[in-house]
């Protein structure tokens, strides 16, 4: 197993009912499926039946939905069975690879509606929700978006009633998921209904570029804002390592925001949040910019600075590992991981670091859907059109709000296989 400093906050909920940083969801999964045996290893099998499971759901999507062939079908499994990302975070005590799954089955789902037209589908979506927050909180928007797309899609040419009945249901069972969530996360932290209570602090470390002291709500973030502009990380600087400095360094904007506020997390968090909110608003342009911004900085990263980058995001780097507290808590209760052993280059890190051209198809991913959604026929072509707006809106919500990460294109790969099977296969042998 790799180690990364996330892991550290998965093994903490693991353990202990805290106001979840990270996912709780992946921390109740630790402790029920690595904690009674004192390893990890299990965890790590079940990761790699995971992305076994998506690669035979790629497979079931290309063939009951997209009606490609089965050789076509087939090869697009392997592919994605050898996808650089997804073997390394088969190997990583993260949550890409669950999360990967808990994706495949709301696409799935969602392809069963456009082909049926059920509404017992789209309920089951809105539940699926859950899930899919819970693993990353990156996709709220996302189950929103699918909440409203998908019955327009749906019943496209229908009357408007049932466009009205289907957009029901799915806000309806939507609403009650994530509202659900929220509250089993207030439950067990013992504070208000939220999806994790850092939101501010993420927020203003993303947004640190067109922040101005006339964004806080008064003198005191205002002066934390005028005195990181004077520091070593300038809110000025918009390049995405720095906003994500910001974030975590010890010198960031949320660190100074955490000593302005006496070390109330709470209070500082709040003013983080109302900083944020009010430069998006009051600049909504140079919000946009940053989200260019910082899909224009992938490619650059895939130069020189691409192995550290990879090193950092693999687990490998001395920058990214558990404090010494957090490691004597991780090898407390499994006994097998050392900090020894996580800074070896193993097999998969290598194979990860050289495979650079990955990522560029990963980026690729929603153009490669738009163009199969034109070359697509007949039904098929609802879900690849589906399938395209999935991609365009999870990179931009991807590149306006969080950092620059090679990891975070992981989910791209699905989608991006998806269409370029579509595209090797002639719309005339679809029907």
Request: hydrophobic share 50%; net charge positive.
């Amino acid at each position: 197993m790799q180690i990364y400093t996330d892991t550290a906050g998965f093994i903490s909920n693991a353990f202990h009912f805290v106001a979840p940083e990270r996912s709780y969801l992946y921390g109740r999964i630790i402790r029920c499926v690595a904690v009674p045996f004192r390893s990890l290893e299990l965890l790590l099998a079940l990761h790699m039946l995971a992305g076994a499971a998506v690669a035979g759901l790629l497979g079931l999507v290309l063939i009951r939905w997209f009606r490609v062939s089965y050789p076509v079908a087939l090869a697009g499994m392997l592919v994605f069975a050898w996808d650089p990302v997804q073997v390394e975070h088969e190997h990583l005590v993260m949550t890409e690879t669950l999360a990967g799954l808990t994706a495949a089955v709301f696409l799935a789902v969602s392809l069963q509606y456009l082909d049926d037209r059920k509404l017992r589908w789209l309920a089951l979506i809105g539940l699926l929700g859950i899930p899919l927050v819970g693993f990353r909180v990156i996709y709220v928007p996302m189950v929103w978006l699918a909440a409203v797309i998908l019955p327009i899609l749906g019943n496209w040419g229908r009357p408007f009633r049932q466009h009205a009945v289907a957009l029901l249901v799915v806000l309806a069972a939507t609403a009650v998921g994530q509202a659900g969530y929220q509250g089993l996360t207030g439950l067990v932290s013992r504070r208000e209904p939220a999806y994790h209570y850092r939101t501010g602090f993420f927020m203003v470390g993303n947004v640190g570029g067109i922040i101005r002291p006339e964004d806080a709500s008064g003198p005191a973030g205002a002066n934390a804002i005028r005195e990181q502009q004077r520091s070593t990380l300038p809110l000025h600087d918009t390049s995405p390592l720095n906003r994500n400095m910001q974030l975590w360094a010890a010198d960031g904007l949320v660190d100074r925001l955490r000593s302005t506020f006496s070390g109330d997390a709470e209070a500082a968090n709040r003013e983080a949040r109302h900083i944020a909110q009010t430069a998006i608003r009051r600049d909504p342009g140079g919000f946009l910019r940053l989200g260019i911004d910082g899909l224009a900085f992938y490619r650059k990263l895939l130069g020189r600075n691409y192995a550290n980058q990879l090193r950092m995001e693999d687990g490998y780097h001395p920058g990214v590992q558990p404090t010494p507290t957090d490691w004597t808590a991780i090898t407390g209760h499994f006994p097998r991981v050392t900090q020894q052993s996580n800074m070896v280059l193993t097999p998969s890190r290598r194979y990860h670091l050289h495979t650079r051209f990955w990522p560029l198809f990963q980026l690729f991913a929603s153009v490669l859907g738009w163009i199969a959604a034109l070359w697509a026929r007949g039904d098929v072509r609802r879900g690849a059109v589906w399938f395209a707006i999935w991609s365009t809106a999870l990179l931009a919500i991807t590149c306006l709000t969080t950092p620059i990460c090679f990891r975070y294109l992981h989910p791209f790969t699905f989608t991006g296989l998806a269409a370029a099977a579509l595209l090797v296969t002639r719309p005339t042998e679809r029907g």
